[in-house]
Protein backbone atom coordinates (compact mmCIF):
# COMPACT_ATOMS: atom_id res chain seq x y z
CA UNK A 1 0.00 0.00 0.00
CA UNK A 2 2.81 2.52 0.88
CA UNK A 3 4.42 1.76 -2.24
CA UNK A 4 1.37 2.20 -4.14
CA UNK A 5 0.81 5.78 -2.38
CA UNK A 6 4.19 6.90 -3.08
CA UNK A 7 4.20 5.65 -6.61
CA UNK A 8 1.34 6.98 -7.18
CA UNK A 9 2.76 10.55 -5.81
CA UNK A 10 5.51 10.58 -7.92
CA UNK A 11 3.81 9.74 -11.28
CA UNK A 12 1.72 13.19 -9.99
CA UNK A 13 4.85 14.85 -9.74
CA UNK A 14 5.93 13.71 -13.05
CA UNK A 15 2.98 14.83 -14.59
CA UNK A 16 2.79 18.08 -12.77
CA UNK A 17 7.23 18.57 -14.26
CA UNK A 18 5.64 17.26 -17.95
CA UNK A 19 2.83 19.81 -17.74
CA UNK A 20 4.88 22.79 -16.12
CA UNK A 21 7.87 22.05 -18.62
CA UNK A 22 5.08 22.02 -21.35
CA UNK A 23 3.80 25.08 -20.36
CA UNK A 24 7.63 26.91 -19.97
CA UNK A 25 8.05 25.99 -23.23
CA UNK A 26 4.99 27.65 -24.99
CA UNK A 27 5.40 30.35 -22.55
CA UNK A 28 9.04 31.11 -24.44
CA UNK A 29 7.41 30.57 -27.67
CA UNK A 30 5.16 33.18 -27.14
CA UNK A 31 8.14 35.17 -26.39
CA UNK A 32 9.58 34.66 -29.10
CA UNK A 33 6.15 35.10 -31.29
CA UNK A 34 6.40 38.75 -30.06
CA UNK A 35 10.06 39.71 -30.93
CA UNK A 36 9.77 37.73 -34.22
CA UNK A 37 6.83 39.10 -35.26
CA UNK A 38 4.33 35.91 -35.50
CA UNK A 39 1.39 37.74 -34.48
CA UNK A 40 -1.19 39.24 -36.47
CA UNK A 41 -4.17 41.71 -36.52
CA UNK A 42 -7.46 40.01 -37.59
CA UNK A 43 -10.42 42.08 -37.88
CA UNK A 44 -14.23 41.61 -38.17
CA UNK A 45 -16.40 43.93 -39.41
CA UNK A 46 -19.75 45.54 -37.33
CA UNK A 47 -22.18 46.59 -39.09
CA UNK A 48 -25.35 49.10 -38.69
CA UNK A 49 -28.68 46.90 -37.86
CA UNK A 50 -30.92 48.87 -39.87
CA UNK A 51 -28.35 49.78 -42.76
CA UNK A 52 -26.38 47.04 -42.85
CA UNK A 53 -23.43 49.32 -43.38
CA UNK A 54 -19.85 49.09 -41.60
CA UNK A 55 -19.58 51.18 -38.85
CA UNK A 56 -16.31 49.50 -37.41
CA UNK A 57 -13.90 46.32 -36.78
CA UNK A 58 -13.37 44.31 -33.80
CA UNK A 59 -9.21 43.12 -33.79
CA UNK A 60 -8.87 39.85 -32.89
CA UNK A 61 -5.38 38.63 -32.26
CA UNK A 62 -3.75 35.38 -34.00
CA UNK A 63 -0.55 33.87 -33.36
CA UNK A 64 0.85 33.09 -36.86
CA UNK A 65 3.03 30.04 -36.79
CA UNK A 66 4.82 27.59 -39.12
CA UNK A 67 2.57 24.95 -38.13
CA UNK A 68 -0.65 26.95 -38.56
CA UNK A 69 -2.69 29.45 -36.68
CA UNK A 70 -2.92 29.48 -33.11
CA UNK A 71 -6.23 31.05 -31.50
CA UNK A 72 -6.21 33.48 -28.99
CA UNK A 73 -8.27 30.67 -26.83
CA UNK A 74 -5.08 29.18 -26.24
CA UNK A 75 -2.38 31.61 -25.96
CA UNK A 76 -4.75 34.52 -24.36
CA UNK A 77 -5.27 32.74 -21.20
CA UNK A 78 -1.37 31.63 -21.03
CA UNK A 79 -0.30 34.96 -21.56
CA UNK A 80 -2.50 36.42 -18.78
CA UNK A 81 -1.38 34.02 -16.29
CA UNK A 82 2.18 34.70 -16.87
CA UNK A 83 2.16 38.90 -17.24
CA UNK A 84 2.97 38.72 -20.76
CA UNK A 85 -0.42 40.10 -21.69
CA UNK A 86 0.98 43.46 -20.60
CA UNK A 87 3.46 43.10 -24.12
CA UNK A 88 1.43 41.57 -26.29
CA UNK A 89 -2.17 43.89 -25.59
CA UNK A 90 0.56 47.04 -25.66
CA UNK A 91 1.60 46.04 -29.17
CA UNK A 92 -2.42 44.85 -30.31
CA UNK A 93 -3.16 48.96 -29.18
CA UNK A 94 -0.36 50.10 -31.40
CA UNK A 95 -0.80 48.30 -34.33
CA UNK A 96 -4.47 48.94 -33.89
CA UNK A 97 -4.13 52.82 -33.93
CA UNK A 98 -1.74 52.65 -36.76
CA UNK A 99 -4.46 51.32 -38.47
CA UNK A 100 -6.59 54.24 -37.48
CA UNK A 101 -3.52 56.56 -37.96
CA UNK A 102 -3.24 55.47 -41.77
CA UNK A 103 -7.13 55.41 -42.45
CA UNK A 104 -7.08 51.76 -43.00
CA UNK A 105 -9.55 51.13 -40.13
CA UNK A 106 -12.12 54.27 -39.34
CA UNK A 107 -12.82 52.63 -35.88
CA UNK A 108 -11.51 49.95 -33.82
CA UNK A 109 -12.44 47.92 -30.68
CA UNK A 110 -9.98 46.69 -29.24
CA UNK A 111 -10.19 43.27 -26.39
CA UNK A 112 -8.21 44.49 -22.91
CA UNK A 113 -7.71 42.08 -20.87
CA UNK A 114 -8.60 42.82 -16.45
CA UNK A 115 -4.98 41.97 -15.84
CA UNK A 116 -3.64 45.08 -18.61
CA UNK A 117 -6.23 47.43 -16.49
CA UNK A 118 -4.63 46.53 -13.58
CA UNK A 119 -1.49 48.51 -14.47
CA UNK A 120 -1.12 51.65 -12.92
CA UNK A 121 -0.05 54.02 -16.12
CA UNK A 122 -2.51 51.59 -18.50
CA UNK A 123 -4.23 55.05 -19.77
CA UNK A 124 -1.01 56.60 -19.32
CA UNK A 125 0.29 54.73 -22.37
CA UNK A 126 -3.25 54.78 -24.18
CA UNK A 127 -3.09 58.72 -24.17
CA UNK A 128 0.71 58.81 -25.31
CA UNK A 129 -0.35 56.05 -27.97
CA UNK A 130 -3.14 58.08 -28.96
CA UNK A 131 -1.73 61.65 -29.19
CA UNK A 132 2.15 60.61 -30.66
CA UNK A 133 -0.01 59.44 -33.39
CA UNK A 134 -2.35 62.19 -33.07
CA UNK A 135 -5.49 59.51 -33.74
CA UNK A 136 -8.96 61.19 -32.45
CA UNK A 137 -9.69 58.84 -29.44
CA UNK A 138 -13.48 58.58 -30.26
CA UNK A 139 -12.38 56.44 -32.91
CA UNK A 140 -11.60 53.87 -30.44
CA UNK A 141 -13.18 51.42 -28.49
CA UNK A 142 -12.50 49.09 -25.55
CA UNK A 143 -13.92 45.90 -24.92
CA UNK A 144 -13.89 44.58 -21.30
CA UNK A 145 -15.29 41.54 -19.51
CA UNK A 146 -17.39 42.21 -15.87
CA UNK A 147 -14.63 40.30 -14.48
CA UNK A 148 -12.73 43.94 -14.94
CA UNK A 149 -16.09 46.27 -14.67
CA UNK A 150 -17.01 44.56 -11.60
CA UNK A 151 -13.58 45.06 -9.89
CA UNK A 152 -14.17 48.36 -7.67
CA UNK A 153 -10.89 49.57 -8.17
CA UNK A 154 -11.57 49.65 -11.95
CA UNK A 155 -14.62 52.27 -11.50
CA UNK A 156 -12.00 55.15 -11.70
CA UNK A 157 -10.43 53.70 -14.88
CA UNK A 158 -13.70 53.90 -16.76
CA UNK A 159 -14.22 57.59 -15.56
CA UNK A 160 -10.58 58.54 -16.77
CA UNK A 161 -11.31 56.67 -19.96
CA UNK A 162 -14.31 58.55 -20.50
CA UNK A 163 -12.56 61.80 -19.67
CA UNK A 164 -9.96 60.77 -22.28
CA UNK A 165 -12.67 60.60 -24.61
CA UNK A 166 -11.95 56.78 -24.98
CA UNK A 167 -15.19 54.47 -25.48
CA UNK A 168 -15.61 51.13 -23.22
CA UNK A 169 -18.13 48.03 -24.36
CA UNK A 170 -18.99 45.42 -21.61
CA UNK A 171 -17.86 42.48 -23.31
CA UNK A 172 -20.17 38.88 -23.58
CA UNK A 173 -22.88 40.55 -21.54
CA UNK A 174 -24.90 37.33 -20.43
CA UNK A 175 -22.29 35.01 -19.94
CA UNK A 176 -21.26 35.98 -16.48
CA UNK A 177 -23.39 36.08 -12.99
CA UNK A 178 -24.05 39.55 -13.21
CA UNK A 179 -27.19 41.08 -13.52
CA UNK A 180 -27.77 44.04 -16.29
CA UNK A 181 -28.65 46.31 -13.74
CA UNK A 182 -25.13 46.40 -11.84
CA UNK A 183 -23.28 47.00 -14.81
CA UNK A 184 -25.87 49.91 -16.47
CA UNK A 185 -24.61 52.57 -14.28
CA UNK A 186 -20.82 52.09 -14.67
CA UNK A 187 -19.48 54.89 -17.14
CA UNK A 188 -19.70 52.47 -20.09
CA UNK A 189 -21.03 53.48 -23.48
CA UNK A 190 -22.08 49.79 -25.34
CA UNK A 191 -23.24 46.30 -24.52
CA UNK A 192 -21.76 43.52 -26.26
CA UNK A 193 -25.00 40.61 -26.18
CA UNK A 194 -22.86 37.00 -25.52
CA UNK A 195 -22.74 34.88 -28.79
CA UNK A 196 -24.91 32.36 -26.28
CA UNK A 197 -28.02 34.72 -26.56
CA UNK A 198 -27.44 35.38 -30.42
CA UNK A 199 -26.93 31.53 -31.07
CA UNK A 200 -29.97 30.71 -29.20
CA UNK A 201 -32.39 32.92 -31.21
CA UNK A 202 -34.25 32.22 -33.76
CA UNK A 203 -35.94 29.03 -33.46
CA UNK A 204 -39.64 28.25 -32.83
CA UNK A 205 -39.22 26.29 -29.86
CA UNK A 206 -39.63 26.76 -25.95
CA UNK A 207 -36.03 27.58 -25.45
CA UNK A 208 -35.86 30.22 -28.74
CA UNK A 209 -38.33 32.16 -28.01
CA UNK A 210 -37.26 32.55 -24.40
CA UNK A 211 -34.06 33.24 -25.47
CA UNK A 212 -35.25 35.76 -27.85
CA UNK A 213 -37.34 36.87 -24.77
CA UNK A 214 -34.05 37.97 -22.74
CA UNK A 215 -32.40 39.67 -25.52
CA UNK A 216 -35.17 41.80 -25.72
CA UNK A 217 -34.84 42.63 -22.09
CA UNK A 218 -31.57 43.27 -22.29
CA UNK A 219 -31.91 45.43 -25.21
CA UNK A 220 -34.54 48.21 -23.72
CA UNK A 221 -33.23 47.98 -20.28
CA UNK A 222 -29.81 48.99 -22.11
CA UNK A 223 -31.31 51.23 -24.45
CA UNK A 224 -33.02 52.75 -21.25
CA UNK A 225 -29.85 53.91 -19.68
CA UNK A 226 -28.35 55.20 -22.84
CA UNK A 227 -26.31 52.57 -23.73
CA UNK A 228 -25.82 51.10 -27.21
CA UNK A 229 -26.53 47.77 -27.69
CA UNK A 230 -24.50 44.98 -29.87
CA UNK A 231 -24.90 41.42 -30.58
CA UNK A 232 -22.16 39.25 -31.25
CA UNK A 233 -22.33 35.75 -33.19
CA UNK A 234 -24.81 36.53 -35.91
CA UNK A 235 -24.44 34.15 -38.28
CA UNK A 236 -28.59 34.02 -40.15
CA UNK A 237 -30.17 36.09 -41.57
CA UNK A 238 -33.15 35.56 -39.23
CA UNK A 239 -31.18 36.19 -36.18
CA UNK A 240 -30.03 39.42 -37.78
CA UNK A 241 -33.41 40.52 -38.41
CA UNK A 242 -34.95 39.77 -34.96
CA UNK A 243 -31.96 41.26 -33.13
CA UNK A 244 -32.74 44.71 -35.61
CA UNK A 245 -36.61 44.46 -34.24
CA UNK A 246 -35.29 43.95 -31.17
CA UNK A 247 -33.94 47.34 -31.12
CA UNK A 248 -30.15 46.27 -31.04
CA UNK A 249 -28.00 49.30 -33.12
CA UNK A 250 -25.45 47.00 -34.01
CA UNK A 251 -24.34 43.69 -35.28
CA UNK A 252 -21.43 41.02 -36.06
CA UNK A 253 -21.04 37.93 -37.14
CA UNK A 254 -20.08 35.25 -39.70
CA UNK A 255 -23.29 36.05 -41.80
CA UNK A 256 -21.43 39.78 -42.51
CA UNK A 257 -17.57 38.43 -41.71
CA UNK A 258 -15.37 36.17 -40.26
CA UNK A 259 -12.18 37.78 -38.70
CA UNK A 260 -9.53 38.32 -41.55
CA UNK A 261 -6.31 39.55 -41.59
CA UNK A 262 -5.87 43.50 -41.33
CA UNK A 263 -3.61 43.58 -43.82
P1 LIG B 1 -14.43 37.69 -27.96
O1 LIG B 1 -13.92 39.04 -27.64
O2 LIG B 1 -15.73 37.30 -27.37
O3 LIG B 1 -14.45 37.61 -29.54
C1 LIG B 1 -15.46 36.97 -30.28
C2 LIG B 1 -15.02 35.60 -30.74
O4 LIG B 1 -16.09 34.98 -31.48
C3 LIG B 1 -13.84 35.61 -31.69
O5 LIG B 1 -13.08 34.43 -31.44
C4 LIG B 1 -14.50 35.56 -33.06
O6 LIG B 1 -13.65 35.03 -34.06
C5 LIG B 1 -15.66 34.66 -32.79
N1 LIG B 1 -16.80 34.92 -33.69
C6 LIG B 1 -17.12 36.07 -34.30
N2 LIG B 1 -18.27 35.93 -35.02
C7 LIG B 1 -18.67 34.66 -34.85
C8 LIG B 1 -19.79 33.90 -35.36
O7 LIG B 1 -20.65 34.38 -36.09
N3 LIG B 1 -19.88 32.59 -34.97
C9 LIG B 1 -18.94 32.02 -34.16
N4 LIG B 1 -19.11 30.73 -33.86
N5 LIG B 1 -17.87 32.71 -33.68
C10 LIG B 1 -17.74 34.01 -34.02
P2 LIG B 1 -11.49 34.48 -31.42
O8 LIG B 1 -11.01 35.37 -32.51
O9 LIG B 1 -11.01 33.08 -31.38
O10 LIG B 1 -11.17 35.18 -30.05
C11 LIG B 1 -11.45 34.53 -28.84
C12 LIG B 1 -11.27 35.45 -27.66
O11 LIG B 1 -9.90 35.78 -27.48
C13 LIG B 1 -11.98 36.77 -27.80
O12 LIG B 1 -13.36 36.58 -27.50
C14 LIG B 1 -11.24 37.60 -26.78
O13 LIG B 1 -11.76 37.38 -25.49
C15 LIG B 1 -9.83 37.03 -26.86
N6 LIG B 1 -8.98 37.93 -27.65
C16 LIG B 1 -8.83 38.02 -28.98
N7 LIG B 1 -7.95 38.99 -29.32
C17 LIG B 1 -7.55 39.54 -28.15
C18 LIG B 1 -6.64 40.62 -27.79
O14 LIG B 1 -6.04 41.31 -28.64
N8 LIG B 1 -6.48 40.88 -26.45
C19 LIG B 1 -7.15 40.19 -25.48
N9 LIG B 1 -6.94 40.52 -24.19
N10 LIG B 1 -8.01 39.20 -25.78
C20 LIG B 1 -8.21 38.88 -27.08
CA1 LIG C 1 -14.63 41.08 -27.80
CA1 LIG D 1 -17.47 38.61 -26.96
CA1 LIG E 1 -15.23 36.12 -25.03
Redo the contacts with the bound molecule.
Keep these: RVKRAGGGHASFQRHEDQRSYLRGERLSALHQALERNELQL?V?PKVDAERRTVVGH?????WIRPSGIV???EF?PLAESSGL?GL??RW?LRQAVDALKTGQLQEVC????AL?LRESDFVAHLRWVLEERGVDPQRLWL?L?ERSLLEPRFIPVLHELKALGVRTAL??FGNGYSSLMALVNLPIQMVKID?SFTAGIGEDTPDGLRALKVVRGIVALATAYGLLTVA????TPVQADLLMKAGCAYL????FG??APLS
Design positions: YQEVLVRSPLIIIGVVNVSEETDDREGVEQGYLRP
